[in-house]
């Protein structure tokens, strides 16, 4: 908003206007508690602190508005940084047990306030509170339905949102695999071998014992034949200096750096 003011003018003059970028802050708060924090038009890229405060016999659950989940969402005081407009709801709910989870979620998951915050009761390793914390069911081990069980992924991810399919360090054995093979889905190389995990596995070659890659070259090029045979090179000609595909890195730099020759 600008504010135009009066003035008369008297002689050849010169106004210049002086702008500055400000973004609404909007604050407010559901259920039984307090919110609190600057408001109104602030400055961009000024960091604003907010508070919460739960009233008697309840308990903050999160911000809404600042796309935060898990954790992350009960942060409390929450700095902001000022830079879109923001419109951030402080969120509560009761807990007349005062265990620390809302009884709104205790009913609906377990009908009653029974259930203590150090319970769990689909005996998948995660406590209630995490469960609750964390947003997933305390009835279910695999609250996503991906076929991993919740306390693995959040053990190796921290979260849930990794795929069965999906393969984050790249070794060609996706989480369902590292999941049932106990290999880490984090670490392409588990036993620390030089040999990453799928290419163990596609040899028939345990991802878990250091000792047993084969060291067999022979061509005696440098590069051993089960990488050779993997990628589809003649393992009994010495081609470390080749270039099949073109890209300028020869055969032997394809298989330090593990790419695709």
Do not use: C, K
Request: proline residues 8%; hydrophobic residues 35%; glycine residues 10%.
């Amino acid at each position: 908003e600008a504010t135009i003011p009066a003035f008369a003018l008297e002689q050849n003059s010169t106004l210049t206007w002086l702008w500055v970028t400000s973004y609404e802050v909007t604050l407010s708060a559901t259920g039984p508690g307090t919110v609190g924090g600057p408001a109104g038009w602030i400055l961009a890229g000024t960091t604003i602190t907010l508070t919460a405060q739960p009233g008697p016999d309840a308990l903050f659950t999160g911000w809404a508005g600042l796309g935060l989940a898990g954790p992350a969402r009960l942060l409390r005081p929450r700095a902001v940084l000022v830079d879109q407009p923001w419109s951030v709801t402080a969120t509560f709910a009761a807990d007349s047990d005062h265990d620390g989870l809302p009884d709104p979620w205790e009913m609906e998951y377990f009908e009653s306030l029974a259930q203590g915050a150090d319970d769990d009761p689909d005996l998948d390793g995660v406590s209630n509170l995490d469960e609750w914390v964390n947003g997933t069911n305390p009835y279910s081990e695999d609250s996503d339905g991906d076929g991993l069980p919740d306390r693995w992924e959040r053990f190796h991810f921290g979260n849930l949102l990794q795929t069965a399919a999906g393969d984050p360090d790249a070794d060609r054995l996706n989480n369902m695999q590292e999941f049932l093979r106990g290999t880490d889905p984090l670490d392409p190389d588990t036993d620390d071998d030089l040999m990453l995990d799928g290419e163990e596995v596609m040899l028939g070659i345990d991802p878990l014992d250091w000792n047993a890659v084969p060291t067999i070259d022979t061509d005696e090029d440098g590069i051993p034949d089960w990488w050779e045979t993997i990628m589809g090179l003649n393992v009994n000609m010495a081609d470390a200096d080749g270039d099949a595909d073109g890209d300028g890195l020869s055969n032997w730099q394809e298989y330090q750096y593990r790419s695709d020759p």
